[in-house]
């Protein structure tokens, strides 16, 4: 689960409003006496996020508008000296241990706010960039060293390619170098089990154990974002494993009041399928209101691939990018269908996702060059029923037959053993 709350929830246009209407700091530092988010319950979130499947939770500690969701203590622009009056992250942590879903935490590098990121601010406050830098170390060190075990740092506001930084300087450039290598290197010492994803979208850098796509699965760079010429996810996959990351309403991920169109189960489930043969995890947003809650139509959707995964969940957890191809009779691979493997297990499995009915009754699953079977089980996850499955060819390829009243109405995910 992915989460973006902060105080752009109470504009409801998503988490960049501040840029988007141009806010100065003194009218949307007046956002803070009216957050109260009287309904907030950190235990009812966790909880959602585990009964979904979702293994960890990763929010935002600090946005681009430089506000803090938790008790920082170097900086008063934070959600405790708000009318709320309490560190919702601490209780979101408290949750995660009771639910058995890990902390993550979404760190900006940029800061809409603070007086030394910003060229004008700099000058008004007389600070240097080595001040920010202060201020961005201290805050990963606070986040490594107070919330217990940490799953993930999630990067974001440093684009050295895209269209803020060449044609909004004033709000988007920073004064200097971040100091990656350093930054990593804080991060893996004090959290040594957290992965650091820097969603810059280009090379993967140094100490970076996650590649990102925003909005995307890897290899796709379907979504144009702010570089409508190229798409945003133009770098090839680099490393095994991935990040997808997703919005729930494909407008945004902070609240937005007058979006009320979600996508469908359907589609975040083969995101999810789909995201996973590609060696990807699904991070799955969502946005919750100025009371602290998340709405019924991302409740719905998010119960109901829980219900999902309870019963074919094994396709997805534990797997790496598949080695298997679907195909037709020509050697088509056109059906919508995804494949994942296991690693490290013996004997290695392979998960074949038929994400709708497009996909024949009988199918081809090719093997990969050097690989042979000489028999083969194909099981169905969600009833735990065998379907059959032929060996064909010199043994590098298998013919499985899954009839139409014996698939889910999700998706049908057909578990291969190979002997």
Same mark, same amino acid.
Not at 23 to 36: N, V
């Given at each position: ?285 969502? =946005?919750? #209101?100025?009371?602290? %809650? *998340? &709405? /019924?139509?991302?409740? $719905?959707? @998010? ?91 010199? =043994?590098? #390829?298998?013919?499985? %037959? *899954? &009839? /139409?009243?014996?698939? $889910?109405? @999700? ?9």
């Amino acid at each position: 689960m992915f989460v973006h709350w902060g105080l752009y929830s109470l504009i409801g246009a998503n988490e960049w409003a501040m840029f988007h209407e141009r806010y100065s700091i003194e009218e949307y530092e007046r956002l803070g006496t009216r957050f109260e988010a009287a309904a907030f319950d950190a235990d009812a979130l966790v909880r959602l996020a585990a009964d979904a499947g979702q293994r960890y939770l990763t929010i935002t500690s600090r946005h681009h508008d430089g506000f803090s969701m938790y008790d920082t203590a170097l900086s008063d622009y934070k959600v405790s000296k708000t009318p709320f009056g309490r560190d919702p992250i601490a209780e979101i942590a408290e949750a995660c241990g009771r639910h058995g879903v890990r902390l993550g935490f979404y760190v900006s590098l940029l800061d809409w706010h603070h007086p030394a990121y910003r060229a004008q601010l700099r000058e008004r406050s007389g600070l240097a960039w080595s001040d920010y830098l202060e201020f961005l170390y201290g805050q990963v060190r606070e986040l490594c060293t107070h919330y217990g075990d940490i799953a993930e740092f999630w990067l974001d506001g440093y684009w050295p390619q895209e269209w803020p930084i060449a044609h909004v300087p004033n709000w988007f450039t920073p004064g200097g170098d971040f100091g990656f290598t350093e930054l990593y290197e804080l991060i893996h010492t004090l959290q040594p089990d957290a992965v650091v994803m820097n969603n810059h979208h280009s090379e993967p850098r140094p100490g970076e154990d996650i590649q990102g796509y925003e909005g995307d699965l890897p290899g796709e760079n379907t979504n144009l974002g702010m570089n409508i010429d190229a798409g945003i996810n133009v770098t090839p996959p680099r490393l095994a494993a991935g990040e997808s990351c997703q919005t729930l309403t494909a407008t945004g991920y902070g609240f937005a009041k007058d979006v009320h169109e979600f996508r469908p189960v359907s589609e975040l489930a083969q995101m999810l399928v789909r995201g996973a043969a590609a060696g990807a995890n699904f991070l799955l947003n969502v =946005g919750p #209101t100025p009371e602290g %809650t *998340v &709405a /019924a139509p991302a409740v $719905d959707r @998010l119960t109901q691939i829980g219900s999902w995964l309870a019963a074919s969940g094994e396709g997805i957890y534990g797997t790496r990018a598949g080695v298997l191809r679907v195909a037709d009779q020509f050697g088509d691979q056109r059906h919508r269908a995804s494949v994942a493997s296991t690693k490290g297990r013996e004997p290695q499995r392979h998960y074949v996702h038929l994400l709708d009915g497009s996909v024949p009754t009988s199918f081809f699953v090719d093997l990969p060059e050097g690989m042979h079977a000489d028999a083969a089980t194909a099981t169905l996850l969600h009833d735990g029923g065998e379907v059959p499955a032929e060996v064909r060819g010199d =043994g590098d #390829t298998l013919r499985i %037959t *899954v &009839a /139409a009243e014996r698939r $889910d109405g @999700l998706v049908t995910t057909v578990r291969l053993d190979l002997a």
